[in-house]
C-alpha cells in the first residue's frame, strides 16, 4: 500500500523556509515592479517611434523675374504625397512670396514646438542662390540684381535650421532641391555658383540635390526632376534608414545623370531614422 510520507522539520530548517518565502516574495514584488517600469518605458519608446511627423513643403515654379522652373511644382507636389505615406502631416506652399514662405516657416515651427515631435522635415524645390557662403532660398516675388538683394529679398537657409532647432523634434531634416544654375539676369557680384555646404546643428540632415559648389540642370523622369524622383521612391521602400535613403537618392541620380548630377548630404543625426520600418 502506497503512504504519503511524513514530513518532519527541526526548528533550523523551519526558519530557513520562513526567510525563503520572505526572500521569494520580495524578488517577486522586485520583478513585478521592473516590469512596471519597462512596459511604461516601452510605452514611451512606442509613443516616440510613431510619433508626431511634420513636414513642410514648397514648390516655388512661376517666378515673377526669373526663369519658370517647369517641374518644381510636381516635384514639390511627388515628395509631399511619398511623405503622407509615411506617416508626415504635410503643409503645402505653391508658388510662394516671401511673405508667404516667411508665414509658413513661422506657423511650421509654432505646429512643430507645440507637442513633443519625432521628425520635422523642410523639403524646397525651387530657385536658391549662394551669397559670401550664405545659402537663400528664391521666393517667386524676389528680384535680385545685385547681392545684396539676396539677403533681403530671400529666404536664408540658417532661418529654416534655426526654427527646427528651436521646435526641438527628435530628428529635423531639411532637402534643398536648388540644382539649377544662377537664375538671375546676368551675374550679380557676390553670388556664387551652387549652394554652400553647411554645418547641420545636433539631430539634423541637410540634403542638397547636387553636391555644394555644383550645378545641374536637374533632370526630368516623368514630369519629375532626376532628384525629387528618386527622393520619393527612396521614402516609399521600407526599411532604408535616413543615411542608407540617401545614399540610393546618389546612386540613383547618378546613374540617370550620366555622373553629371551628384547628390550631396551631411548629418549630425545619432541613431537611425527611417521614413517606413523595416
Given at each position: 500500500?502506497f503512504?504519503?510520507?511524513?514530513l ?100 511650421f ?30 521666393p ?13 529679398r ?18 529635423n ?11 538671375f ?21 541637410i ?31 521600407p ?13 540613383t541620380?547618378?546613374?540617370?545623370s ?10 549630425s ?10
Open positions: 500500500m503512504r504519503t510520507p511524513t518532519t522539520m527541526d526548528r533550523g530548517a523551519m526558519m530557513w523556509r520562513m526567510r525563503s518565502r520572505k526572500a521569494g516574495l520580495f524578488m517577486s514584488m522586485f520583478l513585478a515592479l521592473g516590469c512596471l517600469q519597462l512596459s511604461a518605458f516601452g510605452a514611451h519608446a512606442g509613443d516616440v517611434s510613431k510619433g508626431l511627423r511634420l513636414a513642410l513643403v514648397i514648390g516655388n515654379a512661376q517666378y515673377d523675374s526669373a526663369p519658370d522652373l517647369g517641374h518644381a511644382r510636381a516635384d514639390a507636389m511627388l515628395v509631399a504625397q511619398a511623405l503622407g505615406r509615411a506617416g508626415f502631416s504635410v503643409t503645402p506652399l505653391h508658388d510662394g512670396t516671401r511673405k508667404q514662405m516667411e508665414d509658413a516657416l513661422a506657423a515651427q509654432r505646429k512643430l514646438g507645440q507637442q513633443e515631435a519625432e521628425a520635422g522635415l523642410i523639403y524646397y524645390a525651387g530657385h536658391g542662390a549662394q551669397l559670401q557662403g550664405r545659402n537663400y532660398l528664391i517667386v516675388d524676389a528680384g535680385i540684381n545685385e547681392a545684396n538683394e539676396a539677403d533681403a530671400g529666404i536664408e537657409v540658417g532661418s529654416l535650421l534655426d526654427a527646427l532647432r528651436q521646435a526641438k523634434a527628435w530628428v531634416i531639411v532637402i534643398l532641391d536648388t540644382s539649377r544654375n544662377n537664375p539676369g546676368g551675374t550679380p557680384q557676390g553670388i556664387n555658383r551652387g549652394l554652400a555646404p553647411v554645418d547641420p546643428p545636433p539631430g539634423t540632415c540634403a542638397y540635390s547636387t553636391a555644394p559648389g555644383s550645378v545641374a540642370d536637374g533632370g526630368e523622369k516623368a514630369g519629375n526632376g532626376h532628384y525629387a524622383a528618386a527622393l520619393a521612391a527612396a521614402i516609399d521602400r526599411g532604408l534608414s535616413i543615411d542608407q535613403l540617401f545614399k540610393t537618392v546618389r546612386r541620380v547618378f546613374e540617370l550620366e555622373a553629371q548630377q551628384v547628390p550631396w548630404n551631411t548629418s543625426i545619432v541613431g537611425d531614422f527611417y521614413f517606413h520600418p523595416p
